[in-house]
């Protein structure tokens, strides 16, 4: 990815600026139906945005369909394409995957938002995700990071405190094996929770020694294989060797870990900050923690991975503009971005929500304040079909079909496909 500092971002995001009152007037055509179709894979969070936007605009109806994020990306495109999308839809920053906004918004799927009140607010790290060739297309609402969220009553019960260094790492899943209760759920029947763990690892064994790793990579001077993304897979399977995961993780679902996690049946999960409200909605008096995975025995250059999360675009051909720019710019107000962070445990994109985040966040926040972070590693790959092929490679690597050297040399290969 290209480099850029979260600082500048975190402090656009503290500047005090106060998201100017959004309009539902618009300059777009569209019917004058009061009917807003939305697919999205914000399960268990956008149903409290929609309600709430239903609430501030009385008479209006939003059919809602939410889908896994796997499943969505293989659809999302072909619907576009027939014309049977919805009129909202989730997108994600970058050019990381099917569902991305460069990968919409070339071929014109996605309607420019550059004239959005919100649009200009944007901090600048997030505006280089959520345009395409200088335009706005993607209403991204949130910031996110992932770590080790950790389930406080489960290490209570099993006598453990949570790792500080890869070393301790090691021997936390040790012990917890032992105590027939393994370190962390890992979900890889669903093939996008794969890369997790790697990202965690990779932030700091690629991009502690070298922040400029993204930028080697796009002058042709680095490659996957013959860098630390090795290391970041070895760790990646010695951590599988050494029973830090459940049983099985090829077929458990995403779901399923998250049932594991919230009932203490694993002392944490390797996730986004996403995962610690979906956690409380199943285990309402449970105490989760989001911390950074140790990847090497020196804390101080641990780094986390931290980026704009995903946002809503509208539909160049939705049936109701007039309602789907109403509604990305209810999810880019003070409420729609609040209601977001609460129910998601995430940061608001924008500065002037009054939103206070979760505790669970505060290593986060530390980290990002610190400049201790480092974007999602795909969103500014030059095709989405470097992540597809890292995440197959993962699952086979799992399957014992594949080793880190096949998977490495594969996305080298995609990676110079360029877009």
Same mark, same amino acid.
């Given at each position: 990815m290209r480099t850029t500092r979260l600082t500048a971002l975190v402090a656009a995001l503290t500047a005090g600026t106060v998201l100017a009152a959004c309009s539902g007037g618009t300059n777009a055509g569209g019917s004058t139906s009061k009917t807003l179709t939305i697919a999205s894979v914000d399960q268990g969070s956008v149903e409290d945005v929609v309600a709430a936007f239903e609430k501030a605009n009385p008479g209006v109806e939003v059919r809602l369909t939410t889908s896994g994020a796997d499943q969505y990306q293989q659809q999302i495109r072909t619907k576009l394409a027939s014309g049977t999308a919805p009129d909202v839809m989730s997108v994600w920053p970058g050019n990381g995957n099917p569902g =991305?906004?460069? *990968? #919409?918004?070339?071929?014109? /799927?996605?309607?420019?938002?550059?004239?959005?009140?919100?649009?200009?607010?944007?901090? +600048?790290?997030?505006?280089? *995700?959520?345009? /395409?060739?200088?335009? @706005?297309?993607?209403?991204? !609402?949130?910031?996110?990071?992932?770590? +080790?969220? /950790?389930?406080? &009553?489960?290490?209570?019960?099993?006598?453990?405190?949570?790792?500080?260094?890869?070393?301790?790492?090691?021997?936390?899943c040790r012990e917890a094996a032992a105590k027939k209760t393994p370190a962390f759920a890992l979900g890889n029947q669903d093939n996008w929770v794969t890369q997790t763990v790697l990202y965690a690892l990779?932030?700091? @064994? *690629?991009?502690?020694?070298?922040?400029? !790793?993204?930028?080697?990579?796009?002058?042709?001077?680095?490659? $996957?294989?013959?860098?630390?993304?090795?290391?970041?897979?070895?760790?990646?399977?010695?951590?599988?060797?050494?029973?830090? $995961?459940?049983?099985?993780?090829?077929?458990?679902?995403?779901?399923?870990?998250?049932?594991?996690?919230?009932?203490?049946?694993?002392?944490?999960?390797?996730?986004?900050?996403?995962? *610690?409200?979906?956690?409380?909605?199943?285990?309402?008096?449970?105490? !989760?923690?989001?911390?950074?995975?140790?990847?090497?025995? &020196?804390?101080?250059?641990?780094?986390?991975? +931290? +980026? =704009?999360?995903?946002? /809503?675009?509208?539909?160049?051909?939705?049936?109701?503009? &007039? #309602? =789907?720019?109403? $509604?990305?710019? !209810?999810?880019?107000?003070?409420?729609?971005?609040?209601?977001? =962070?609460e129910k998601q445990g995430s940061l608001p994109t924008l500065p002037g929500t009054g939103h206070t985040s979760d505790p669970a966040l505060a290593e986060l926040s530390t980290f990002i304040d610190e400049d201790r972070t480092v974007p999602f590693m795909d969103q500014l790959w030059p095709n989405p079909k470097v992540q597809q092929t890292m995440l197959s490679g993962l699952q086979e690597m799992f399957s014992g079909q594949a080793d880190a050297d096949d998977v490495l040399k594969d996305m080298d290969t995609d990676y110079r496909a360029g877009t």
């Open positions: =991305a906004t460069y *990968v #919409l918004a070339e071929p014109g /799927y996605l309607l420019d938002l550059s004239d959005r009140p919100w649009a200009r607010k944007m901090p +600048a790290a997030v505006k280089s *995700v959520a345009q /395409y060739e200088g335009k @706005t297309y993607n209403a991204v !609402f949130g910031l996110n990071g992932i770590g +080790a969220v /950790y389930n406080q &009553d489960a290490l209570d019960k099993a006598g453990l405190t949570p790792p500080g260094t890869w070393s301790e790492l090691l021997d936390f990779v932030a700091t @064994t *690629v991009y502690g020694p070298d922040r400029n !790793f993204d930028k080697k990579m796009q002058d042709g001077r680095a490659t $996957f294989a013959k860098s630390a993304w090795t290391t970041a897979l070895a760790k990646y399977k010695e951590m599988e060797k050494t029973g830090c $995961f459940q049983k099985s993780p090829l077929s458990t679902s995403y779901e399923a870990s998250q049932e594991l996690t919230a009932g203490g049946k694993t002392l944490g999960i390797v996730q986004g900050n996403w995962i *610690v409200a979906l956690l409380k909605g199943k285990n309402p008096d449970g105490r !989760f923690t989001l911390k950074a995975l140790p990847a090497s025995d &020196d804390p101080g250059g641990f780094l986390m991975p +931290a +980026a =704009a999360g995903m946002g /809503y675009g509208v539909n160049a051909k939705a049936k109701n503009k &007039d #309602l =789907a720019l109403k $509604f990305v710019d !209810f999810v880019m107000s003070d409420d729609g971005m609040s209601l977001f =962070a």
